[in-house]
């Protein structure tokens, strides 16, 4: 199958919400929208149809043909696209899509011209006359546990890749939560401070920001970039109590974008 009909997976008229949050968690502002996306001329081409219902704005249409390259999707119709270079003094930016069922979970990562997090937007969307539901709010407690997880990496150039195991354990001791990152060529260890919705961690003069969102949903990207060190963002969305599927998109230390992973990944245990 191809990239094109991944995408036309997300076919259908989703309600739902852009709800913008500051780099410390804080709900700035919420708007209801409606989403069209249909596939026309024998789905040679998909019209992208976006109405923000109360800002008195006309409904924003795009047709297109063909995809950027700066979207990639995979099969179950789960995609990510954003800034293929950081670059100084220019906006920086990164969106999510995950397809599940009636439901959709969308999110926006913006950094200002001086690399610094400026909002994330969690977009909640649900398929219409569907049985999709929302989850509650992300927590710690959630997250405890040993996760056991099945990898795959997409690259620019399109090179054959295959699918790899990971591992992640998180635990919380107090306000801190220590959190052991393992693939076939990673062992990582995280110590972060917790601080109501939000988890920071400090690791090589960069500190990197977790927040926790409603709908199961999590935002973890560096607080500040920079086009002199390799970098990662990533949106997760716990889809069931024991399953949670993240998308990261990771940068080498020329602010060049290296590839795309997505990972599903199950609790085994809690610590």
């Given at each position: 199958m191809s990239q094109w009909s991944y995408l036309l997976k997300n076919s259908g008229i989703w309600k739902g919400s852009f709800t913008q949050f500051s780099p410390d968690g804080i709900l700035i502002k919420n708007t209801p929208t409606e989403l069209t996306l249909e596939g026309l001329?024998?789905?040679?081409?998909?019209?992208?149809?976006v109405n923000r219902l109360d800002s008195g704005e006309p409904p924003h249409i795009n047709e297109f043909t063909a995809l950027n390259r700066n979207i990639f999707?995979?099969?179950?119709?789960?995609?990510?696209?954003?800034?293929?270079?950081?670059?100084?003094?220019?906006?920086?930016?990164?969106?999510?899509?995950?397809?599940?069922?009636?439901?959709?979970?969308?999110?926006?990562?913006?950094?200002?011209?001086?690399?610094?997090?400026?909002?994330?937007?969690?977009?909640?969307?649900?398929?219409?006359?569907?049985?999709?539901?929302?989850?509650?709010?992300?927590?710690?407690?959630?997250?405890?546990?040993?996760?056991?997880?099945e990898a795959l990496t997409l690259y620019p150039d399109w090179r054959n890749t295959?699918?790899?195991?990971?591992?992640?354990?998180i635990k919380k001791e107090g306000n801190r939560i220590i959190q052991q990152v393992k693939t076939p060529e990673l062992n990582?260890?995280?110590?972060?401070?917790?601080?109501?919705?939000?988890i920071t961690f400090s690791q090589n003069n960069q500190d990197?920001?977790?927040?926790?969102?409603?709908?199961?949903?999590?935002?973890?990207?560096?607080?500040?970039?920079?086009?002199?060190?390799?970098f990662f963002v990533e949106c997760a969305w716990l889809v069931e109590p024991n399953l949670r599927l993240r998308l990261i998109r990771q940068y080498d230390n020329t602010g060049a974008w290296v590839n795309v992973t997505l990972i599903k990944e199950k609790k085994l245990t809690k610590c």
């Amino acid at each position: 199958m191809s990239q094109w009909s991944y995408l036309l997976k997300n076919s259908g008229i989703w309600k739902g919400s852009f709800t913008q949050f500051s780099p410390d968690g804080i709900l700035i502002k919420n708007t209801p929208t409606e989403l069209t996306l249909e596939g026309l001329n024998n789905d040679k081409t998909i019209r992208l149809t976006v109405n923000r219902l109360d800002s008195g704005e006309p409904p924003h249409i795009n047709e297109f043909t063909a995809l950027n390259r700066n979207i990639f999707l995979f099969e179950e119709g789960h995609f990510a696209k954003g800034s293929q270079q950081l670059s100084p003094f220019a906006i920086f930016g990164a969106e999510y899509g995950f397809l599940e069922l009636d439901r959709r979970l969308r999110m926006v990562q913006l950094f200002d011209k001086e690399g610094n997090l400026e909002q994330v937007t969690l977009i909640r969307e649900f398929r219409s006359h569907g049985n999709g539901k929302e989850r509650s709010n992300l927590t710690i407690e959630q997250l405890e546990g040993e996760w056991q997880g099945e990898a795959l990496t997409l690259y620019p150039d399109w090179r054959n890749t295959q699918p790899y195991s990971t591992n992640l354990t998180i635990k919380k001791e107090g306000n801190r939560i220590i959190q052991q990152v393992k693939t076939p060529e990673l062992n990582l260890n995280y110590e972060g401070i917790i601080e109501e919705n939000k988890i920071t961690f400090s690791q090589n003069n960069q500190d990197i920001r977790v927040i926790l969102l409603p709908d199961g949903a999590s935002s973890t990207t560096p607080l500040k970039i920079s086009h002199r060190q390799q970098f990662f963002v990533e949106c997760a969305w716990l889809v069931e109590p024991n399953l949670r599927l993240r998308l990261i998109r990771q940068y080498d230390n020329t602010g060049a974008w290296v590839n795309v992973t997505l990972i599903k990944e199950k609790k085994l245990t809690k610590c």
